[in-house]
């Protein structure tokens, strides 16, 4: 009898819960959904008190005037370079590191392994200055390679593809051993590939990393051919008295790509966040 | 005997050659500037003359009351932000961990994608909310009926607004880390635990909130340090404003360096965050750690 009553109270308490919970969670997306909906308002309407729930009026000029009168073809091209770079050669350097920490043997290993993840622990904005100083020195402020060559050095990379390598089992690079496989094509015919689901959630990571950077690129871009989505769309909101539909809709460009790929790829997300915060 | 010297010899080589691109960047863009800070601390350094003052930058930056406020600010923040993220975290964690996966996987990713659109589009679009003319945020509290006030005007709603910003950002990777490890809780602890006629709330404090303290300790470390750099929020809805009342530690190092162009004091001020950010780390590390097991 009182276990019923209990297990009814709980029954009761566990649905209250959840439905407060997702209701947080489209509350929690909300800002995201003002944002697109107000991307196809017209200014005016988006100005309306009070506002208006749904575009009733759905424009797409404030898309065809953002492409139209800024640079904004060109700051996507270069998110989307910038962006891939930088994914491409974080997964690189990372998984031949990787590899080398997590299944081979050689003097320092631990040592160097310990330095190199101190960097997780060091905030590259206080570097900001000496790497600007770095970046005058060898002519890149302002370049391609200026934004993409810090960011390539990223510990937590590195550490994530060693701890997924170190799944990997011995028998197996044991075997390549054997059948004579040199070490290059140990690490690019069976390396690579098996843990290509690790390197895949690296990859996601670094590009939205990349594309979501905004501090360095402040920095280091100075002109506005060079510029980014981010810091294209904060100039849009800097620079005149700024028409809310269309930054708005300057700034949907600037999301919906990562939306996009975090729909796609969100097994990845999560298995990434997870990997990197269990204590390998 | 020789012939196995030279294999050893020939695989360190090969684990030297597969590290030595990380070991080159690291090398390159953390550990080098990471000294050069320090050093460039003790300098009067403006990217044409350097000149070496000692412990002046470290002295005037003491004295100096916009940088003393941006240390409070960025405290405030902090104690706004880290512990609602967490607290937030787990419980929304231990809430939807015995819901089916679609649900999961729902309130996850809803949690979780704020944190992967760019903070500068975010910041756009709260701006939008919270102008005093033509934002939402006006008419919910006139709805509310909540007198009218300025959200970005005043430095107290300011703070609470930005931090709340911040805040929507910072929950998605707890959850996803929390509901990971609460998986890994053992069901045989929480069924004994009912035997024995504990409620859920005292489950949840007494099972929960223990065996989760070391992904709560890594946890409120990261949430730690990202909120100690806060940055773009406050460059872009308020630029440290009203009269400085919301600036914080990083917005000082990059108007010092990038508006004012004193890289010295901007290296200086590096410092002294990372110093904080340290000692706040340990402290946590501390408090926070111990052994457990299940």
């Known amino acids: 009898m009182s276990t019923k009553k209990n297990s009814k109270r709980k029954c009761v308490s566990y649905t209250v819960g959840i439905i407060v919970v997702i209701a947080l969670a489209l509350i929690n997306l909300f800002p995201i959904y003002w944002m697109i909906s107000g991307s196809f308002k017209t200014n005016a309407a988006a100005r309306k008190i009070p506002p208006q729930w749904f575009p009733l009026t759905p424009t797409l000029e404030n898309y065809t005037e953002l492409f139209k009168a800024n640079s904004a073809v060109r700051w996507t091209f270069n998110s989307f370079v910038i962006a891939i770079v930088t994914m491409i050669l974080v997964c690189f350097v990372s998984s031949m590191a990787g590899y080398a920490f997590a299944k081979k043997n050689f003097p320092f290993k631990n040592i160097i392994f310990w330095i190199l993840m101190s960097g997780m622990m060091v905030p590259y904005q206080i570097m900001l200055i000496p790497l600007f100083k770095l ?146 | 005997m020789d012939k196995s010297i030279v294999a050893n010899m020939k695989r360190n ?116 909310i919270f102008n005093p003319v033509s934002g939402l945020g006006q008419y919910i509290m006139q709805i509310l009926g909540i007198e009218y006030v300025d959200i970005l005007g005043n430095r107290g709603s300011a703070i609470i607004a930005l931090s709340f910003v911040v805040f929507t950002t910072a929950i998605g990777q707890p959850i996803v880390v929390y509901t990971a490890a609460l998986g890994g809780i053992p069901e045989s602890l929480y069924e004994a635990a009912g035997i024995d006629g504990a409620s859920g709330i005292q489950r949840f404090l007494k099972i929960t909130v223990p065996l989760l303290r070391p992904t709560t300790l890594f946890l409120a470390m990261i949430c730690t340090i990202n909120t100690f750099q806060t940055f773009v929020v406050v460059q872009l809805l308020t630029a440290g404003g009203p009269n400085g009342g919301t600036s914080t530690i990083l917005f000082q190092l990059y108007r010092t360096a990038f508006e004012y162009n004193n890289f010295g004091l901007a290296s200086t001020i590096g410092i002294i965050l990372f110093m904080i950010i340290l000692v706040i780390s340990l402290v946590q590390y501390k408090v926070l750690s111990t052994d457990v097991e299940y």
């Not at chain 1, 997924?164 to 197996?172: D, G, R």
């Not at chain 1, 849009?236 to 790509?257: C, E, F, K, T, Y």
């Not at chain 2, 044409?48 to 941006?70: H, P, Q, R, V, W």
Request: hydrophobic share 55%; proline share 5%; charged share 10%.
């Open chain 1, 135 to 280: 970046m005058s020195v060898w002519h890149m402020v302002n370049t391609y390679a200026g934004v993409v060559l810090p960011a390539i050095a990223f510990p937590f990379g590195l550490f994530l593809i060693r701890q997924f390598i170190q799944t990997i089992p011995n028998e197996l690079l044991e075997a390549a051993r054997i059948d004579g496989c040199s070490e290059i094509r140990t690490f690019a015919n069976i390396v690579i590939p098996v843990s290509m689901p690790g390197i895949a959630a690296l990859a996601i990571f670094s590009f939205v990393n990349s594309w979501n950077d905004y501090l360095w690129q402040l920095v280091i871009i100075k002109s506005n051919e060079m510029k980014t989505l981010p810091l294209g769309v904060a100039s849009l909101q800097a620079s005149r008295i700024p028409n809310i539909s269309s930054l708005m809709a300057g700034a949907s460009v600037a999301s919906i790509p990562m939306i996009i790929i975090f729909i796609l790829f969100q097994k990845y997300f999560t298995k990434g966040i997870t990997m990197g915060a269990v204590k390998g």
């Open chain 2, 13 to 128: 080589v090969w684990a030297y050659t597969f590290i030595l691109p990380s070991v080159i960047l690291f090398g390159v863009f953390y550990l080098f500037p990471f000294f050069d800070s320090f050093k460039l601390s003790f300098y009067d350094y403006k990217l044409i003359n350097a000149d070496f003052i000692g412990l002046k930058n470290y002295t005037d930056l003491l004295k100096n009351e916009e940088f003393i406020k941006s240390i409070v600010n960025t405290f405030l923040f902090v104690v706004c932000v880290v512990p609602s993220t967490i607290i937030f975290s787990i419980i929304v964690s231990s809430i939807i961990i015995d819901k089916s996966e679609f649900t999961r996987s729902f309130v996850r990713g809803a949690f979780y994608i704020p944190a992967v659109v760019s903070f500068v589009a975010l910041s756009i679009v709260w701006g939008w």
